[in-house]
């Protein structure tokens, strides 16, 4: 089946391309304008932008995600893509700086995934857990993956490549519990 993805982040489609490899995964041209993202959650958020293309297809996903610090009371959040008010880089760097005095570095990574499926709207989540890093370190991913450590491991996602991350992801784990409510609508 064909699915049209509301996003405007090229790592997160290939992510989601290379998780849905048996579907026909489409972005959005390059003059989309994402609507703005005025929800208080997650999930809110992400069904702000499957809504905005659901005219588009009969399957329509969306993904809004970030991360979540506990020292810092969950923050940056929803608020994750827009935390320094600068790139990527500058957003791991803020976030370094403000975890500075904290000896807790616990944090996860959390995905909604909406899909709107024959006009049906359903919606999954992922959590990844983890600690942030004292440094970044790694090149592969985007965002925070340099800076985020998941259980059990002891490099940076973006150490640890895309392989592995697409195994054991927030947006893996969203994905595939999207993907069982995607199937149940279309047989
Ligand atoms: P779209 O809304 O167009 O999909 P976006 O990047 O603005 O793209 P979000 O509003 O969902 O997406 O913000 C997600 C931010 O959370 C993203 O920019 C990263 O900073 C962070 N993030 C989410 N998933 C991540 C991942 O797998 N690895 C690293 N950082 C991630």
Request: proline letters at 3%; hydrophobic letters at 35%.
């Amino acid at each position: 089946p064909k699915i049209i993805v509301a996003t405007s982040n090229e790592h997160k489609l290939k992510e989601i391309k290379e998780i849905f490899n048996d579907f026909n995964v489409a972005g959005m041209s390059k003059d989309y304008i994402a609507p703005e993202e005025t929800g208080h959650t997650f999930c809110e958020n992400a069904l702000i932008k499957a809504k905005s293309i659901e005219h588009l297809g009969e399957i329509v996903l969306a993904d809004d995600s970030g991360i979540e610090v506990q020292a810092l009371l969950g923050l940056p959040g929803i608020y994750s893509a827009r935390y320094s008010g600068g790139n990527d880089y500058q957003n791991n760097q803020k976030l370094l700086e403000e975890l500075k005095h904290h000896a807790n570095r616990k944090a996860r990574f959390v995905c909604c995934m909406v899909a709107i499926v024959n006009k049906k709207i359903i919606s999954a989540e992922g959590i990844l857990e983890g600690t942030i890093a004292f440094e970044p370190k790694g090149e592969n991913g985007f965002g925070y993956d340099p800076i985020f450590i998941p259980s059990g491991f002891n490099q940076t996602l973006a150490e640890l490549g895309s392989d592995i991350k697409n195994k054991i992801s927030h947006r893996k784990k969203a994905l595939e519990q999207i993907r069982k409510k995607i199937m149940e609508i279309l047989k």
